[in-house]
């Protein structure tokens, strides 16, 4: 029994007997390198006991150390990837006069009853469609409230026919960021302006003649005109995602990859910049939605706290798993096709509308 | 090039110049056993040459042998599997004065074009949706013409949420006969009358206190009855797919398996008996609809002559792989998740109803 | 915490306060149905309380009715599927006085630990080796102390190129007994009479012309000689899986299954006899190796009460969780190439020969 | 026949009439971005008929432009990705004038014929172990004839256990460079000072306590000597992958990703940069091992002319079935766990070198 309690306090499940004692500290003696026995931060709400107060940790996110400054405003702590630890700042280290809080308040707050169901583990054995309700119901719920949801994306999404659907969440105001790589903005961006993904035809489903260097033209088109969103103000891009980013004001960040081809002006391959740029349309996101893109997701999942709600959806049961494989109540997986889970979300979305001027009528 | 030809002709592209011999017989020497070297038969419709004449080979399937019997009314040509030949048979040996044909008339006459596009290879990156439209044309076509729709279906479609839409199609007259094992009956019966599958209530998704116990229930319930039909009768299974099968006359066979519960008294676990009960429902297929079930869709597949429209539907990509690498150009794949792709089957079965009636006014 | 120790008991974790009230009975009033409410058995020892006294359950096994028999020579408590109970018994409903052992005796003593750190989740990313390693210490150590090593094999582990490592295992003792389908007997047979394993030359890996057919020719062969074991005393299968098991008498149960060929005279078309061959042989087992099959394992499973390990290898992760998510500390799941662990398997067995042999001189 | 005879020459199978006809160019008129039309080029060697001249393209990759220049040293023509595009060359736009040979010089001497085999498909129902010995008799050769094997790692290689095979493969001379992202070193740069691999004991097969923080505190360590050389000279790393480049002077290089923690001082995060350092590094390679990194491993495909061995190794059949499906007789790929392919591969590379000794003395 001694042992489940220990593991249950692991988990957050049960508060330790209070930690009287200040947390240590040591300083930095070299830009972007913590001291050997640095904390390592976790995605829950951390406290840092410092001269007998308990100081809130901001910037909350994985796999950082807890960086101590003290000015004459007082004392403020902060989580930093270690490249961004500088000369000067202390850095809390052990285990010591440090608090984390599983439950937060805003999460108990929103109603998060209707999202436990779904983490009882990842199955491709159960019902999607369960989980495509209450997913149109929170994005709703969101956007009613001027809360903010985030998509991740890959390009499989567009392969899969998911662009129109992904287009309207974002035409009707259902995603306030876009999260992805160079190839989903490519794929997109050559079924606007050719009507074929990667060559194939989207409404046909057939290869057209010399479809296969489409991607290519598409890029390089882009480039002549300078961004994406100089293209599409030029009337080359006319529909599709990136054209309802641009058209409706939704933040967009592309993080390059040693894959890409071009690549298009607007993917950023210096990926310190790349991840300043995520990390900026994250902050404060009530919800993301992971669409079939396994890198970007892990990448969003490490700069995310606790708290926010992950939808994860892939067609790979092993990718569902280890994104959704966070400990934390609001990851859920579904493990299916996304161009048929977008093609339902959307049907869902527009019943809930149906549902709502009906009442307002 | 020579070697391409060669090729060609294996695959049944080109007319060989036609075989002037006639084919080689042996005797059946003991029940249930060919000659040495029999000639295993292909899916595609096959003529022998006796006598100096071609005769067509009845019942053709994958794997049997062709035993030739000649009577009084003249001779006949059967493919059989090993276990029914008998001694009095002929059966032909080596591979000479044999042909068979891969482009059926049939299959000219009912225009398969609309197929031909899927079977480019199996991938969970294309779009479903375009097939699911051509599915629910097809399976339309298929009732309007009097014709013949199979589903093949493992527990996963009542999993995951697909039990109501496959009961409707079955309703609707859709299908014309059901193939399947213990599992997807019990699993049907167990949320017809409690409302949870395997245990999980499929309304809310969650697992029902003790529901681990309910498919034996339900086992044990229809078992007092004697069979499925006398539980129906009896008013004990009001709903499901099963019910829509009794209701409507749906011949289905539930064929057993080692790790078969109960089993339900429908389920046949005399393996030569289920196999017969197979084929005889598989007879004339039109097209086959195999979800969620690699065992009992290769058992399906080995049965069925070329000519024969096959949708396999699975979240497995290699049971995609497996089950449509047939060879033939009817087979189509389809990865995804079983319960969405029946779920947008049915609207678009019911859109094109909306379509229909919309032209008859 | 109440909820999460409730949970705990659930899981067998703690002892409950000794129930001591009776259990319920009531009469079967028809062969092979349970009442209604009848007890649904899991893997775990159990023990029944009537008349006070605590009657020990025999033939443990999941998904089971607890029979109850009183004769002059006392009370007996049986595990039994529905279709054996007969009019007659008593079986008990309800779930009062019942009790079952999660930490059974006999896992205590043999030392388990060795198989902890197994059980940790399924996952395609850790160390294959370290399990390799360790099934062959269990292996050699059940082998030395006379117990009893069972394998339930796919026709995968043939065409991964176990088939010679398999055959070393049981030629050398490590395997009493073995449980598959027609599809793993024909593969080796196919490959031990002709070189080849559906058609594929296992030396060089290449299609051999016209080895589609080999498997069928196979499978004449034997059903000629009318038995495998006629068939190997006629010097027609002079190696492998299947002519190890005969030459060294290891029981083996070939169950049917609606996919088979032919099929051998050996393969039990008859699932309720095939049941009764597979309990038989998995009678008193301590270990079962669960090789790249599905369904066999499945069924395997299910008779197996816990305490028996269970080592289960598939390429598939869906499998593995499936097969070893028992909730017992003794199944544990590989993802990996069966053919590769076989071969190391075989070559960590070698060392612990030649390690024993080395402190034996 | 017409549209089988037009598709083998669109696979490189036939020869066409020689095109007379010179290739159209148009100029650059605007840094990185190509003419509308311009050719995409392809893996396979180039010809573009200049001036009544065939000229060879040089840097030959997939998915770039075709550059002319002019000089008075005579024309050149280069294969370029569109963002190194320069206002003054000129682009080879529409078809005409180019001709790619598919079977080139350097293969044919090479005898592939032992690589024939394995490109039948991917399956993970095939014999393993024929693959790993070819494999290890072609890095032997390489080796020995002074070539260059490249290998692409992902950091399920040091997860898997098959660190230590892939040291000695470095070690004995078998690898000419290493091309990968920041995880494969952390993890093993973890395992090498801690003895853990994302925080699990490789030796044990178990979680240590605190061992989700060892990655980072690797990290930070090599950040502190300022890159891994460096640590490998202060004697901070003194075993594994990453060591064993640095001692052996193999080329190494890490491309950063947008998940990537820390980084390692030696991870480019430059995208444009990294993918300068991976041309570098596979300029005239002979073969390359992929194991177990899709992004990589793409990337990689894309900068690698026809004519280079390419082996992809991978437990998700999806992902070899996309690296090895580029159409060239050369790529293979393999299902299976990479641990024990590593560990099975320097068993064959130990045995050839008993071999060769023995045939020495």
Partial sequence: MESIVSHLIDLGAMNLPEDERDAKLQPVTQDGVAPDDFYVSTIYPTEVRIKGKWVKVHSQRMDGALAITETSKGITAQCKILRDLNVGEQVVVDVQGIRTIRKTESREKRNTEEFSFMSAGVSSERRVELIVEQVAWELRKIRDAGGKAIVTAGPVVILTGGGEQLSQLIREGYVQGLLGGNAIAVHDIEQSIMGTSLGVDMKRGISVRGGHRHHLKAINNVRRHGSIAKAVEAGMIISGVMYECVKNNVSFALAGSIRDDGPLPDTQMDLIKAQQEYAEILKGADMILMLS???????????????????CVDINPAVVTKLSDRGSVESVGVVTDVGLFLSLLVQHMDKLTSLYTAQVW
Avoid: D, R
């Fill in 293 to 311: 893109t396994m890198l970007h997701s892990i990448g969003v999942g490490n700069m995310t706290p606790a708290g926010v709600k992950m939808v």
